[in-house]
């Protein structure tokens, strides 16, 4: 097991990674305990392959427990999802005090982080991430939120999880198409600051999606200790250093409000598209080589993921897509800040770009 901790003062806490670790799981979360009872937060697909072995763990340890299943899906991060698990928190006798354990995706964990953050004003909650998406980036870094029909992600709140426990084996379960989604966001990484960590997503990425566990490991445990940098760094995103993480973001976004937020592009499918383009972009404003935008797009392609607006099935023109992405809530005194960058592991934030010349960048990019 491999351990790391986000450095937040008072709001600190640890980052567990191993095979095996949660048929194991009473036994890390017992200690924060005031009182031996929790409640889990799963969905359908997760309850089905590992609510009995998490609830056996805390039975092992005398923590009585009860459960709550949602649906699969976006869907579910939503204002109704939200009144469900709270007014079930609330039933269940949940108190401030508490550590409520969010088991699953992104989805679980965005919701039942809010949820946790407003219920009775607070409490704790343990963050237990099964798919590549959750465990490289949405467990840590304390930013949750549901989505309205103003856009997605648009309420929520700042709450860091006590403890996040990262169990690379549940991902044997995990559709490809989702783990190749996820992969997105550990390509970023390297991307972001690091062109070693991204040359070796180019030798082992595809031995990790194939399901190589030395691979999942580390790259789990690289792609954490990054985010984790980031986030004591600049928790609440008021400066660059955590907008960073939205390399590939903006133009993603475009792409997700596109096609609708729907399983016709997965976030991190459209956030791998969204690099493609951001670094095609910097080239095209002679910012960055053309070699190493090719080389983003020629990594994507060999691990199947999409590097352009055709591969991401989106066949809008440049201002439609400009449109979508001034209605950004990054978007601050009228400027999307985008992320761009110098080369391979060389990203940095501007607001120098109009949408007018992204637009018509895309125009470029859709006739390609
Ligand atoms: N808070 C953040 O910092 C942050 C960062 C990135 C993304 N997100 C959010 O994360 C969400 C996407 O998360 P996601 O990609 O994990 O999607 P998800 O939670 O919908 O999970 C994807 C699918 O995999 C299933 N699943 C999960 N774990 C499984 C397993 N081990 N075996 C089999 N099936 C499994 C789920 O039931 C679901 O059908 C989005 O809502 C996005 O906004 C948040
Ligand atoms: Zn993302």
């Not at 044997?172 to 040359?199: N, S």
């Not at 001034?326 to 949408?355: C, M, N, W, Y």
């Amino acid at each position: 097991m491999e351990s790391l901790t986000v450095e937040l003062g008072d709001r600190s806490y640890p980052i567990l990674i191993g095979d095996g670790l949660i048929r194991n799981i009473g036994g890390h979360v017992a200690p924060l305990l005031r009182r031996p009872r929790t409640m889990i937060i799963t969905d359908s697909h997760v309850a089905a392959h590992y609510l009995t072995g998490v609830g056996a763990s805390l039975g092992a340890e005398g923590i009585s427990f009860s459960s709550f299943v949602l649906e699969p899906g976006e869907a579910t991060k939503s204002w109704g999802g939200l009144a469900r698990l709270t007014e079930w928190l609330i039933g269940e006798g949940v108190e401030r005090s508490d550590h409520v354990i969010a088991l699953g995706g992104g989805v679980i964990g965005d919701l039942v982080g809010f949820a946790c953050s407003i219920v009775k004003r607070g409490c704790h909650f343990i963050q237990v991430p099964t798919t590549l998406l959750a465990q490289v980036d949405s467990s840590v870094g304390g930013k949750t939120a549901i989505n309205v029909a103003a856009g997605k992600n648009m309420i929520g709140a700042f709450h860091q999880p006590a403890l996040v426990v990262i169990d690379p084996a549940t991902l044997a379960t995990l559709p490809r198409r989702d783990l190749a989604a996820g992969y997105a966001e550990v390509v970023k990484y390297g991307l972001i600051d690091d062109a070693d960590f991204f040359a070796w997503c180019e030798a082992q990425g595809a031995a990790l999606l194939a399901g190589d566990s030395d691979a999942r490991q580390k790259a789990i445990a690289h792609s954490v200790a990054a985010k984790a940098r980031i986030v004591a760094a600049d928790e609440r995103e008021t400066q660059d250093v955590r907008a960073l993480l939205n390399l590939g973001h903006s133009f993603g976004h475009a792409l997700e409000a596109e096609t609708g937020y729907s399983d016709k592009l997965l976030h991190g499918e459209a956030v791998a598209a969204g690099m493609a383009l951001a670094y095609r972009f910097s080239a095209a404003q002679g910012l960055c080589p053309t070699a190493d935008a090719d080389r983003v797009a020629a990594h994507l392609t060999a691990v199947g993921l999409p590097h352009g607006l055709a591969s991401a099935g989106v066949d809008a023109d440049g201002t439609t897509l400009a449109g979508h992405m001034a209605h950004d809530k990054k978007v601050r005194g009228g400027k999307l800040p985008l992320i761009l960058a110098r080369g391979i592991g060389q990203s940095f934030v501007t607001d120098e770009f109009g949408l007018d010349i992204v637009a018509a960048f895309l125009d470029r990019e859709g006739q390609r």
